[in-house]
């Protein structure tokens, strides 16, 4: 009996440390699991679940860079060609490539000019929307992420691919524009022009994802918050290009005849006075003070709502 007892008891003992010896190696595992995710952090989880997005945007500064070097080294020079052998010989049956040269490069500034909305729907629809519809951002914060550390990533990896490729697709846009004016068809003034020659198409960019961002969290809906972001940030551009003029003083000049601006000039209005003609207009060293104000309005808009998404968050998983 007592052998008996003895063997139970050291079959217990057996199972009772069994047990524990299971508990700590499945506590070890998930002490590891928890410092795999701590190791890899957020901006790693957030280039992993938006990669496709990360890949599509990269796949789009590579195609309008080679497409603008190739207008510019290539078509550029076939359509200088071609305008010179319409004029000796009069054959111009090539002479459409002026035209298609300007086209092509007007459609890549318009690209350039409303890339902002894909932004924007991309941040309303999955980058907020999305997971706070299916609970993924729930779960990131069961996992000892914070909700404003959680936000924090979520806007800091697109903002910096954005700005990285957008500073890339401007400098190329500016050089390829300036190469060969002459055969452009449109000036400075032209709206996507004017916003695809400097800092306000990143300007435009992050501000979509601010907006959008914060469509989502307010929203809770991946297609209210991408309808809503891309509306907004639409009505932002339309009203900023409306009143694009306004934003510095113009130049007003008289004349007893005809005015005459300087070349390249944005006229505004003109007419007739008590001083004779008149004429109101920017001439195109106004481009620059025109540009950054506006892209300081852009900027001040995108802080406000960073700044109302990080509020509304708060809030609510106070």
Known sequence: MNSVNGVNSVNGMSGTSGTSGTSGVNGTSDMRGTSGIALGGLPRTVLRL????????????????GSLVWLTEVTADATRKADLVCRATGSCGDSFLALSYGDANRLIGTALGHGFLAVAAFAGAALTGRELESGTAQLAWMQGFSPLRWLTAKLTVPALALT????????????SWAADRDLLGHDWTSADVFTARGPLLVAYALCALAVGALAGLLLRRSLAALGTAVAMTWLLSLVLSGVRSQLWPAVTRHAQGRVHGPAHSWYLRSGHDAHGSFAVYHPESHFWPLHLV??????????VATTAAYAVLRRRTA
């Open 50 to 65: 938006h990669r496709r997005a990360l890949l599509v945007w990269a796949a789009f500064v590579v195609a309008v860079t």
């Open 294 to 303: 506006e892209t300081g309005i852009v900027l001040a808009v995108a802080a």
């Open 164 to 175: 990285a490729g957008g500073t890339v697709l401007v400098l190329v846009y500016r050089w």
